[in-house]
């Protein structure tokens, strides 16, 4: 019997925290992408553990799991994959790319040219992606997971902004704070191997279709109608800011909305909140957001832009499931 979305990401914690030290935030921003049904962007320095926790959950899943370097010599082909001559059967055969698994690891996305990176496009939004006029579905359960080093620009093109559009949420690791990387430190002189989680115990706690069932279950959280108009003012305001060159789209507000949901669920709760929306608004939003070179000067970011929006909109106050009315029976 399928587990519940809580009882799914409890689980999945539970088995992070066996390997990661901190990066709660980076955590939970995984556990809303993979409920939520959507992909996940991870920026961070180097050494911030970004590969790491793609690898953990792919171990927590136990669902096939596929890892792409991508590099400036990178070819769209090398993504999606080709047709090729069998001169035995003297027939044109498929030969599938690696993005053909369900959780992929899409590491320094930013390191190849737009032209390769666009591979990625029909496949995050479609799923499926188009070899030589033939369309080929992916699994039903797709997850990209795509790393990207936001310090350096030397040899790097950054995400356009339809790819960035195409991230359910973005997730930023960080330096572990004193007591953090000591235990993190302990872990390692105590045997711990990042190269072999077997170390750590890591066991499969899921399969596949304990995923999809939570994905079902997470989008008939119940999103009152003035949750929904909450929404959308927040969305709103993002493309009437004097501060953004570019607000949040039609598919950023869906996002918004499943993010809720997705919290809500990981609560345990069959309804989602404004706090469900204010919490999961900064994974979602920023990343989506241009800010105007002037307004960038002075120091503004989409981040700070975001919590001004949400300070002023107004918060609806009752948002639960209706009780279901009793038939009196006689």
């Known amino acids: 019997m399928p587990v519940s979305a809580t009882e799914l990401a409890r689980r999945l914690q539970a088995g992070v925290d066996r390997v990661i030290v901190g990066n709660e935030r980076t955590s939970y921003a995984f556990l809303i992408a993979l409920l939520g049904n959507g992909h996940v962007l991870v920026e961070g320095v180097p050494g911030t553990a970004k590969t790491l926790f793609v690898r953990t959950f792919a171990v927590l899943l136990g669902v096939p799991f596929r890892r792409i370097q991508f590099t400036p010599d990178l070819m769209p082909s090398d993504v999606v994959g080709t047709t090729v001559f069998n001169p035995k059967t003297v027939e044109f055969a498929l030969r599938k790319g690696p993005i053909f698994t369900s959780l992929l690891l899409a590491d320094e996305i930013n390191r190849t040219p737009p032209k390769t990176q666009s591979a990625l496009l029909e496949a995050m939004e479609e799923r499926q992606v188009t070899i030589d006029g033939e369309s080929q579905p992916l699994p039903d359960l797709f997850l990209v997971c795509a790393t990207q080093n936001p310090i350096e620009f030397e040899g790097t093109y950054p995400l356009p902004e ?96 499943g993010a809720a949901q997705a919290a809500a669920a990981i609560e345990g709760r069959d309804f989602a909140s404004p706090d469900d929306v204010k919490g999961v608004a900064p994974l979602v939003l920023p990343h989506r957001l241009i800010v105007r070179p002037e307004a960038e000067i002075e120091g503004v970011t989409a981040e700070r832009v975001l919590e001004r929006i949400l300070a002023a909109v107004d918060v609806p106050k009752d948002v639960s499931r209706p009780a279901r009315a009793v038939v009196a029976e006689g």
């Open 162 to 257: 339809a790819q960035l559009d195409r991230f359910f949420v973005r997730a930023r690791t960080g330096y572990p704070s004193d007591v953090e990387e000591r235990k993190l430190l302990a872990r390692s002189a105590a045997g711990f191997d990042a190269r072999d989680l077997r170390t750590a115990g890591l066991e499969q706690v899921a399969v596949a279709s304990d995923v999809t069932a939570a994905q079902r279950d997470v989008r008939a959280i119940y999103v009152a109608e003035s949750l929904q108009g909450y929404i959308y003012q927040i969305v709103a305001r993002t493309r009437t800011s004097n501060d953004l060159a570019l607000g949040a789209s039609p598919r950023a507000a869906l996002a918004l909305l």
